[in-house]
């Protein structure tokens, strides 16, 4: 049985992955004072650390467990995103944060559909996710059928709104299919960690993997016909480093 994190454990989780997310966006916006939204904004903590880098950054705020918010001076909308559409005009944000979120909707191309709307011309999203595909959690799917984090669901009783209910895992490439599905340009793939544990496991399958991906890649380009020069860049990205080793994935692409 895996062990349950305490609230310190979840709450340094979460510090690593909002730095990697302003460190993206530091990287990737050049701007003095974007105007942002961030969706599932939980407490505030990844709007307090973007606001240390951009003291004039505007924020905007929604969530459906608005009673965690803790910043008083940023409006905070309650929101099911699964039901309902962001309620913000188009082209309404320089930059848009979704951090830990989408693995808990039921449709995340429709979230990605609304960041795209409204994000202004030439904006930026950066989402993070957990990342199903290390060698971690590629183990742990071989041995039981449930990638890392994600596991068995109640039926019919559980709280559809639990922060710790994880109820889509989603590939990399399916991320990123999606993005472009919605014109999201220039997509970039970091992470907020890499793994001991997936190192190791990554130097102990070595030849199984290498041995596999080649396969794998040969008949997908010479019997099915599933690549091309617009999705292989990204099928390919399932072999870096990044993905076989990060603990989530940060993904950020300009509209």
């Known amino acids: 049985m895996l062990r349950q994190k305490t609230r310190i454990e979840k709450t340094m989780c979460n510090d690593a992955i909002y730095c990697s997310v302003e460190r993206v966006v530091k990287e990737r916006l050049k701007q003095e004072a974007p105007r942002c939204l961030d969706i599932g904004a939980g407490s505030g903590d990844l709007l307090r650390l973007l606001r240390e880098t951009w003291p004039g950054l505007e924020a905007e705020a929604c969530d459906y467990h608005i009673e965690r918010f803790a910043l008083k001076d940023v409006n905070i909308l309650q929101l099911d995103l699964n039901t309902h559409p962001l309620p913000y005009p188009d082209e309404s944000f320089d930059l848009v944060t979704c951090s830990e979120v989408l693995e808990h909707v039921e449709n995340y191309r429709a979230v990605l559909r609304e960041i795209h709307r409204v994000l202004k011309p030439g904006g930026l999203m950066v989402v993070t996710t957990p990342n199903v595909l290390n060698m971690k959690s590629r183990l742990r799917y071989l041995v039981c059928g449930f990638a890392n984090l994600f596991g068995p669901l109640p039926v019919k009783n559980q709280d559809r709104f639990a922060t710790s209910g994880h109820v889509t895992p989603i590939p990399y490439f399916y991320l990123a299919h999606a993005m472009l599905d919605c014109d999201?340009?220039?997509?970039?793939?970091?992470?907020?960690?890499?793994q001991r544990s997936s190192r190791v496991l990554s130097i102990l399958f070595a030849p199984l993997v290498w041995l596999?991906?080649?396969q794998?890649?040969?008949l997908e380009r010479t019997r099915y016909h599933t690549?091309?020069?617009?999705?292989?860049p990204y099928v390919a990205q399932h072999n870096s480093q990044i993905i076989r080793l990060g603990r989530t994935i940060v993904v950020s692409a300009f509209k």
């Not at 690549?227 to 292989?232: D, M, P």
Request: proline fraction near 0%; aromatic fraction near 14%; charge should be negative.
């Open 216 to 218: 794998f890649m040969r």
């Open 184 to 194: 999201f340009r220039e997509l970039q793939l970091d992470t907020d960690k890499l």
């Open 212 to 214: 596999g991906w080649n």
């Open 227 to 232: 690549l091309g020069k617009e999705n292989e």
